[in-house]
């Protein structure tokens, strides 16, 4: 055999093979998550939703069966609020302050200020969703049992304060309720009818039809598009104004929706097929492996990652998911989850930097220390080529937790957490900023390998060189 030709050979494929990027294809498990302060805050019973409050920078949980709201303070409930029965929903309403509440068994909404009920509005019954309007100051609310059980007109209720200013009739099971900046819509995502109802102030100005089980909404704003994950079908479908302009197939059974700020991305996850897709525009640029059954993701600002979270029954353990554009970038376990049930709705905090997340089986409140905030994160960039932007931050975060005993109100042990995080991220490339990843490792070993074949080829040709023949079968020719 001619060995020098067969170490040549395996050099250039091998070479060829690493150059071609054969290694993206190779599955690798995603790596740890880097060092994450993770706090768990003991709410109400049956955690179901989150909002936060730009105001006083609280976030409040509504405890669809203890029939509450708390509201959390850093790592801390601050009160616990009696409200109507069955609390299901949130909104923040900036220009008055008020935190409403959609309570679905008492078909009421409630008004928060701070932490007190300022008023209470009669609506629908069963009350599921809701959404602000800054353009007109109104509160829409999807009721999605109108005909007591007939489900063929349902309704959504408009708010202004807590007076109701008008009922409209928008199809059986209204279950998603979104704003969109760009022209001042409110979207309604009928999942029984199939449709997405569109609204201008108290009007309704078109619907969209033949969809399939529409229900997560998502407004971006790199190109003015509602997005709506149809839940019975795979696909999510792209809406600009009263316009379908794409249905874009993504896995099994799309539930939540998010967007991504530093790389215009809509993320979906898919519930089914324990997926993300990426979206950008009305194309899928990537499909990324998750674990069981996700159900609800939010967009960290402090760090530029999604966090994504399972709601697999057969874990003992909940799993939390990073994503960095595109790419995997690590997973965080987060403790017991008692129930078959798991996470259903997350937000992030841009005060503290905190991702919350509601365990609704747990009945507790996940906050992940993602970053420094938003609002006070020194930031140094250096370009250093032109398509990559090197970005490196320093913070300190200092956070005291402090409980009051109020007759609502469980007492809470005082804590002082002091973190300290250096936070590197670089953009566009979407890859973990700490060291290499699984398959840059394997790129690495892969062109060792190639140049040790390459030297062997040149020492067993230079062997020949000086030899002038191979040797005979009685030895070496003088």
């Given at each position: 055999m001619h060995w020098p030709c067969v170490l040549a050979v395996a050099s250039v494929a091998i070479l060829v093979f690493c150059l071609a990027g054969g290694p993206a294809a190779i599955p690798f498990p995603a790596p740890a998550a880097g060092a994450l302060n993770v706090s768990t805050v003991a709410v109400g019973s049956a955690p179901t939703a989150l909002v936060y409050d730009s105001g006083n920078r609280y976030v409040y949980v509504a405890n669809t069966n203890s029939s509450t709201v708390s509201v959390i303070d850093g790592t801390a409930v601050v009160a616990t609020i009696p409200v109507g029965s069955g609390p299901t929903a949130l909104a923040y309403d900036p220009a008055n302050g008020y935190v409403y509440v959609s309570n679905t068994n008492s078909s009421t909404v409630s008004a928060i200020s701070g932490t007190v009920v300022v008023g209470t509005a009669k609506v629908g019954p069963a009350p599921t969703a809701l959404a602000f309007d800054p353009s007109n100051g109104y509160v829409y609310v999807a009721d999605t049992d109108a005909q007591g059980g007939g489900h063929l007109l349902d309704n959504v209720t408009v708010l202004s304060g807590v007076s109701v200013v008008a009922t409209i009739t928008v199809g059986y099971f209204p279950s998603s309720v979104l704003y969109d900046p760009a022209n001042g819509y409110v979207y309604v995502a009928v999942g029984g009818s199939g449709s997405v109802v569109e609204i201008s102030g108290t009007s309704v100005i078109g619907t969209t039809m033949k969809l399939n089980s529409p229900g997560a909404l998502c407004f971006n704003p790199s190109n003015n598009a509602v997005y709506v994950a149809n839940f019975g079908s795979g696909v999510v479908s792209e809406i600009v104004g009263t316009a379908l302009t794409a249905n874009i197939t993504v896995g099994v059974d799309p539930a939540a929706l998010a967007y991504d700020t530093t790389n215009n991305y809509v993320d979906v996850v898919n519930f089914d097929s324990s997926s993300a897709s990426v979206i950008l525009g009305s194309k899928v640029v990537a499909n990324v492996t998750l674990g069981l059954f996700p159900s609800a993701l939010a967009y960290g600002a402090s760090d530029g990652k999604m966090y994504v979270a399972d709601a697999n029954p057969a874990a003992s353990i909940g799993t939390i998911w990073q994503?960095?554009?595109?790419?995997?970038?690590?997973?965080?376990?987060?403790?017991?989850?008692?129930?078959?049930?798991?996470?259903?709705?997350?937000?992030?905090?841009?005060?503290?930097?905190?991702?919350?997340?509601?365990?609704?089986?747990?009945?507790?409140?996940?906050?992940?220390?993602?970053?420094?905030?938003?609002?006070?994160?020194?930031?140094?960039?250096?370009?250093?080529?032109?398509?990559?932007?090197?970005?490196?931050?320093?913070?300190?975060?200092?956070?005291?937790?402090?409980?009051?005993?109020?007759?609502?109100?469980?007492?809470?042990?005082?804590?002082?957490?002091?973190?300290?995080?250096?936070?590197?991220?670089?953009?566009?490339?979407?890859?973990?900023?700490?060291?290499?990843?699984?398959?840059?490792?394997?790129?690495?070993?892969?062109?060792?390998?190639?140049?040790?074949?390459?030297?062997?080829t040149a020492l067993l040709l230079r062997r020949k060189r000086g030899t002038g023949r191979a040797p005979g079968p009685s030895g070496p020719t003088p």
């Amino acid at each position: 055999m001619h060995w020098p030709c067969v170490l040549a050979v395996a050099s250039v494929a091998i070479l060829v093979f690493c150059l071609a990027g054969g290694p993206a294809a190779i599955p690798f498990p995603a790596p740890a998550a880097g060092a994450l302060n993770v706090s768990t805050v003991a709410v109400g019973s049956a955690p179901t939703a989150l909002v936060y409050d730009s105001g006083n920078r609280y976030v409040y949980v509504a405890n669809t069966n203890s029939s509450t709201v708390s509201v959390i303070d850093g790592t801390a409930v601050v009160a616990t609020i009696p409200v109507g029965s069955g609390p299901t929903a949130l909104a923040y309403d900036p220009a008055n302050g008020y935190v409403y509440v959609s309570n679905t068994n008492s078909s009421t909404v409630s008004a928060i200020s701070g932490t007190v009920v300022v008023g209470t509005a009669k609506v629908g019954p069963a009350p599921t969703a809701l959404a602000f309007d800054p353009s007109n100051g109104y509160v829409y609310v999807a009721d999605t049992d109108a005909q007591g059980g007939g489900h063929l007109l349902d309704n959504v209720t408009v708010l202004s304060g807590v007076s109701v200013v008008a009922t409209i009739t928008v199809g059986y099971f209204p279950s998603s309720v979104l704003y969109d900046p760009a022209n001042g819509y409110v979207y309604v995502a009928v999942g029984g009818s199939g449709s997405v109802v569109e609204i201008s102030g108290t009007s309704v100005i078109g619907t969209t039809m033949k969809l399939n089980s529409p229900g997560a909404l998502c407004f971006n704003p790199s190109n003015n598009a509602v997005y709506v994950a149809n839940f019975g079908s795979g696909v999510v479908s792209e809406i600009v104004g009263t316009a379908l302009t794409a249905n874009i197939t993504v896995g099994v059974d799309p539930a939540a929706l998010a967007y991504d700020t530093t790389n215009n991305y809509v993320d979906v996850v898919n519930f089914d097929s324990s997926s993300a897709s990426v979206i950008l525009g009305s194309k899928v640029v990537a499909n990324v492996t998750l674990g069981l059954f996700p159900s609800a993701l939010a967009y960290g600002a402090s760090d530029g990652k999604m966090y994504v979270a399972d709601a697999n029954p057969a874990a003992s353990i909940g799993t939390i998911w990073q994503v960095a554009g595109t790419t995997l970038s690590g997973n965080l376990t987060v403790g017991a989850e008692p129930k078959p049930l798991g996470p259903q709705h997350m937000t992030y905090d841009p005060s503290n930097g905190d991702v919350y997340v509601a365990n609704v089986a747990s009945g507790n409140v996940l906050a992940i220390q993602t970053g420094p905030p938003v609002s006070s994160t020194t930031t140094t960039s250096t370009v250093t080529s032109t398509s990559s932007k090197a970005t490196t931050s320093t913070s300190s975060r200092t956070t005291t937790s402090t409980s009051t005993t109020s007759p609502t109100s469980s007492v809470t042990m005082s804590t002082q957490t002091t973190t300290t995080s250096v936070v590197t991220t670089s953009t566009p490339t979407g890859q973990p900023s700490s060291g290499l990843t699984p398959i840059d490792t394997f790129a690495v070993a892969a062109l060792a390998l190639a140049g040790v074949l390459l030297v062997l080829t040149a020492l067993l040709l230079r062997r020949k060189r000086g030899t002038g023949r191979a040797p005979g079968p009685s030895g070496p020719t003088p």
